[in-house]
């Protein structure tokens, strides 16, 4: 009974230091693109918890915009971020469903899609986050709220 006991704590605590690695592990910006008032930023990975990419967000919007030169050409300003898995990397448009962009040349110019986090501000000033399975907003005072969860 000792052993197992022993062996079930080791697998736990295994798990919850796995899990905090992947949480807490620094995320790299790969590259953006910008098309029409749509923001596309290419990451390595991002946190695991939807909250933990909200708050990477906000500790990163200002650096990101900043060093690749994101601005909304849109005379009201409107402007939305999509946040994409850079995966293996560029590739042929192929039969897959890939995003490809047209300021680079081809044939290497598509990548999956695989969206890890859209992000519309809001005139209000709150700010919308789109997961998979799951919708929150982040007011002005940094307070985060689910609003739709697809699995419940």
């Keep these: 009974m000792k052993k197992a006991t022993f062996?079930?704590?080791?697998?736990?605590l295994f798990a919850c230091a796995f899990f905090i690695y992947l949480e807490k592990r620094h995320t790299t910006v790969i590259t953006t693109h910008q098309?029409?008032?749509v923001a596309v930023i290419f990451v390595d990975h991002l946190p695991i918890t939807y909250h933990s990419r909200i708050k990477w967000w906000y500790s990163h919007i200002?650096?990101?915009?900043?060093?690749?030169?994101?601005?909304?050409k849109s005379p009201e300003g409107m402007f939305s971020?999509?946040?994409y898995a850079f995966g293996k990397g560029y590739k042929k448009e192929g039969k897959e469903d890939r995003l490809c962009f047209d300021?680079?040349?081809?044939p290497d110019n598509c990548v999956d899609k695989n969206v890890l986090l859209n992000?519309?501000?809001?005139?209000?000033?709150?700010?919308?986050?789109?997961?998979?399975?799951?919708i929150y907003i982040s007011n002005k005072n940094g307070n985060i709220h689910r609003v739709y969860d697809r699995l419940k």
């Design 81 to 83: 971020y999509s946040v």
């Design 119 to 134: 992000v519309m501000p809001m005139n209000s000033g709150d700010d919308k986050f789109f997961f998979d399975n799951a």
């Design 62 to 72: 200002d650096n990101i915009t900043e060093n690749y030169h994101i601005v909304s």
């Design 7 to 12: 062996i079930v704590i080791t697998l736990l």
């Design 103 to 106: 300021d680079m040349p081809s």
């Design 35 to 37: 098309i029409g008032d």
